[in-house]
């Protein structure tokens, strides 16, 4: 039935079902593969089960020869590659759309992988990106209705496709992941050789692992004993592929974007083994602060604080319709609160039974929302909702129970855990102490400033008649600085007196002390905020 359907326009069939586009561009070649792939990570532009039947998509492509390899390593290492490696399987492992890989050994015995770009690949791209584009011309007007232009998507097709040629990044990449990652339980990332790397060859380290779409395989076909004589548990890769993205996102600020299943290798201990680096996304702290701040209302429930986090997070302009965006919000976050079920059992949410879990689709609809309201999502944000969804896609394929709620509950209670340690190191607490000497030394001039001018009804506080959220909240902010400021200074005046009773077993000054503390630190908070 496919093979009939070649040669009639796409939207003039009746019925492009994910899976006639997954065999269509199957059989269109490298470029269209890729095209498929990268379509498939993105759950926030095509429908989610394009999504799951595309991320199946896989690069059969025959190999390049030997001797076109052989040349392509001896013009890039400056001498036969026999003399670096004391072994090379002259036959690939793997071939890609975009390079081939083969298994090599070093003179110490250790195994390693020489990845190779196919030659002319470039030229190959240009020339086929002109028929990609005609392609999602016709997908954007026929049964897919992209909500951006082809000509958009395209060009983010463009320039994810010469980032994965640009092998120098990609090495830079690997490198930078590699010395984040080398304490992560939950992930392995491949050490890698910059000695003998260059534009066009990557060398890394050997993962010997089974592919994770090998995995889904097994998984959807039901070969479970299979899985078992793999020591491979669904359940355990799905936590752990949460887990690594999470902690990628959060602790290293630096993370794989390219989840494609064949990108993940299972090691043993159903470990996460990270390749290709073609593709990897960067949080700010600002952002990232914003992002922890976001999630855990989030997984909290708190449809307030959520909307108040994400407003913080995207980027307005004139032409941006807040109150627009504030309905669709609520409206939206009251549907996924509600499909929400728990198991009273355990207290976490279950996960849904179908392909799309009700976190990813809640999120799509949000960035939908945004969209629609003119309001901008930052790219590395952006890039980083992509991958999660991507994540609980490839969870979902698992059969798994493990979801982002259920796992991201878990690591942002860890993670706030590790950050509040962290600030109470001396090295973090020394600049607090600072700052709350110089609180204690200025302080009481400055009340005693507010509180004459308060007398003497000469306080005022300018208001603001455009009273948007973020005003109200600043106002709300400056109140509360000028009531702590006040308490800190009866606080003071308390410490001043002599023979201060005991409470509990504890001196009152001890009390006293501390309270004046968390004080001043509350009022070093709020005035950051407000700078």
């Not at 993105?42 to 999504?51: G, H």
């Not at 479970?224 to 602790?251: G, W």
């Not at 179908?354 to 945004?370: D, K, P, Y």
């Not at 999502?377 to 952006?382: A, D, F, R, S, Y």
């Amino acid at each position: 039935m496919i093979a009939a359907e070649e040669n009639i326009p796409l939207t003039q069939r009746k019925l492009i079902t994910p899976a006639r586009l997954r065999h269509w561009l199957t059989r269109k070649g490298p470029i269209f593969i890729k095209l498929g792939q990268f379509l498939a990570l993105r759950p926030d532009i095509i429908p989610q089960e394009y999504c799951d039947e595309l991320i199946k998509l896989l690069d059969h492509i025959p190999f390049s020869p030997w001797y076109e390899v052989k040349d392509v390593l001896t013009q890039e290492l400056g001498r036969d590659p026999e003399e670096v490696f004391t072994s090379i399987n002259k036959r690939p492992i793997g071939a890609g759309s975009l390079a081939q890989v083969h298994l090599a050994s070093l003179p110490n015995g250790k195994e390693v992988i020489i990845k190779v770009l196919r030659p002319g690949i470039d030229r190959q791209i240009e020339k086929n990106l002109k028929h990609a584009r005609l392609l999602l011309k016709l997908l954007s007007i026929g049964p897919l209705k992209l909500p951006i232009s082809s000509n958009e998507l395209i060009n983010e097709l463009s320039h994810w496709l010469y980032q994965e040629l640009d092998f120098s990044r990609e090495m830079a990449n690997l490198t930078r992941l590699y010395h984040l990652s080398k304490n992560s339980p939950q992930q392995t990332v491949p050490q890698p050789y910059p000695q003998w790397s260059s534009r066009r060859v990557i060398i890394t380290e050997y993962l010997e692992g089974v592919p994770l779409s090998e995995i889904i395989h097994l998984v959807q076909t039901k070969a479970y004993e299979h899985l078992a004589r793999l020591h491979i548990n669904p359940d355990e890769v799905a936590k752990n592929l949460l887990e690594s993205c999470l902690t990628q996102m959060f602790d290293f600020h630096f993370f794989h974007m390219d989840l494609h299943p064949g990108n993940l290798i299972i090691l043993p201990d159903n470990t996460l083994g990270f390749v290709d680096f073609g593709l990897c996304g960067y949080l700010d702290s600002t952002i990232n602060a914003r992002q922890v701040r976001y999630f855990s209302a989030m997984l909290s429930g708190h449809s307030e604080d959520m909307f108040h986090a994400a407003i913080d997070i995207l980027e307005t302009d004139e032409f941006s319709d807040e109150e627009a965006f504030k309905r669709d919000f609520y409206t939206q976050t009251s549907v996924w609160q509600a499909r929400q079920p728990i198991d009273v059992s355990t207290n976490h949410v279950v996960p849904s039974q179908n392909s799309r879990s009700r976190t990813g689709e809640w999120l799509v609809q949000i960035m939908r929302s945004a969209r629609k309201a003119n309001m901008r999502i930052p790219t590395g944000v952006l890039a980083m909702y992509r991958t999660l969804l991507t994540a609980e896609s490839v969870c979902h394929l698992l059969s798994t129970k493990h979801s982002l709620p259920s796992v991201g509950k878990r690591y942002f209670v860890n993670h706030q855990t590790k950050e509040i340690t962290r600030s109470l190191s001396p090295e973090n607490l020394q600049p607090l102490m600072v700052n709350i000497i110089g609180l204690l030394r200025d302080s009481p001039g400055r009340l005693e400033r507010i509180l004459a001018d308060i007398s003497e009804r000469r306080f005022t506080i300018n208001a603001n008649v455009n009273d948007t959220n973020k005003n109200r909240k600043a106002a709300n902010q400056r109140f509360r600085l000028l009531a702590l400021s006040i308490l800190s200074v009866g606080l003071t005046i308390l410490l001043t007196i002599d023979n201060l009773p005991v409470v509990f077993g504890i001196a009152m000054e001890t009390w006293l002390v501390s309270v004046l503390i968390f004080v001043y630190m509350w009022i070093l908070l709020l005035w950051r905020q407000l700078k």
